[in-house]
C-alpha cells in the first residue's frame, strides 16, 4: 500500500458525507448505558473520559500563555496535567475548571459532527487528539493507556465495516457526553466523604473563595447540557418522525 492509496483512504472517509438513521444511535447507546453500571467495565472507559479531562486542562493551559509541562495518567483512572507560566487567578481557575466540562464538550462536538453526517471523520479525528495528548504524556502508565486505545482506534477506523465504524463513533459521542455526568457524580461523591481536597472544584474554592459545591453544580449543569444537546442531535429525528 503506497502513501498516496493511504491519502486517499483517510481523505474519502473525512470528506464524504455518510447518512446514518438517528436509530443507528440506540445500540451505541445501549452499550454505554451498561459501561456505565458495571464497574469493571466503567473503570476501563473512565481512561477515556480522563484523557478528555487532561486534555481540556491542557488545552485552556495553552491557550492562556502557560507550558503544559505533561500530563499523568494513573491506574485509579485519576490523572494531572502540569504547567508554568504566570500564577494569575484567572488563567489558574479557567485552567482548573476546564477538566471536569471537557469531555461533555468534545462528545457534544462530536454529536454535532455524527449529525452532520461525518462519523468516520469523527474517528479520525479522535485518533490525531489522541495523538496529540500522546506527545504530552510523561508517566510509563499513561503512555501504555494512550498506546492501547490508539491502537484500537485505528484498528477500528481502518479495518472495520461501515456500520460498525459508525456505530463505534457514536458510542465514542455518548461514552463522552455521559461519562462527564457521571465522573462529576463521583466528583461529588468524593467530596461528601471528605476523599477529595485536591479535586478541581476544591482548586477553585481556592482561588475564588466560591464553595467547591457551587462548582460541582456548575460542573453538572454543564456537563448535562452537553449531553441533552448532544442527545437531541442525534436522536431529534427519531423523536420527531
Do not use: K
Not at 469523527?122 to 506527545?135: A, E, F, K, S
Amino acid at each position: 500500500m503506497t502513501i498516496a492509496s493511504v491519502w486517499d483512504r483517510l481523505w474519502a472517509d473525512v470528506a464524504t458525507s455518510v447518512e446514518v438513521a438517528p436509530r443507528t444511535a440506540l445500540i451505541p447507546l445501549l452499550a454505554v448505558l451498561v459501561v456505565l453500571a458495571v464497574p469493571s467495565l466503567w473503570h476501563l472507559a473512565r481512561h477515556v473520559v480522563t484523557i478528555a479531562h487532561e486534555s481540556g486542562h491542557s488545552a485552556v493551559a495553552m491557550l492562556m500563555g502557560r507550558r503544559v509541562r505533561g500530563i499523568r495518567l494513573h491506574a485509579d483512572t485519576s490523572g494531572l496535567t502540569t504547567s508554568i507560566g504566570q500564577e494569575r487567578r484567572l488563567p489558574l481557575s479557567l485552567m482548573a475548571f476546564a477538566g471536569y466540562p471537557a469531555p461533555g464538550v468534545l462528545g457534544l462536538g462530536a454529536a454535532a459532527l455524527i449529525a452532520a453526517g461525518y462519523p468516520l471523520a469523527l474517528l479520525w479525528i479522535t485518533v490525531l487528539v489522541l495523538l496529540i495528548v500522546l506527545v504530552q504524556i510523561r508517566n510509563f502508565y499513561g503512555l501504555l493507556v494512550l498506546v492501547v486505545v490508539i491502537a484500537a482506534a485505528v484498528a477500528v477506523a481502518w479495518f472495520a465495516p461501515t456500520e460498525w465504524r459508525v456505530g463505534v463513533a457514536y458510542g465514542v459521542a455518548w461514552l463522552l457526553m455521559l461519562g462527564s455526568v457521571r465522573a462529576v457524580i463521583e466528583l461529588a461523591g468524593s467530596r461528601r466523604r471528605g476523599r477529595a481536597a485536591g479535586s478541581d472544584a476544591d482548586a477553585l474554592a481556592r482561588l475564588t473563595r466560591v464553595p467547591g459545591g457551587a462548582w460541582v453544580a456548575l460542573f453538572w449543569l454543564v456537563t448535562v447540557g452537553c449531553s441533552v444537546g448532544g442527545a437531541w442531535l442525534m436522536l431529534g429525528g427519531l423523536v420527531s418522525a
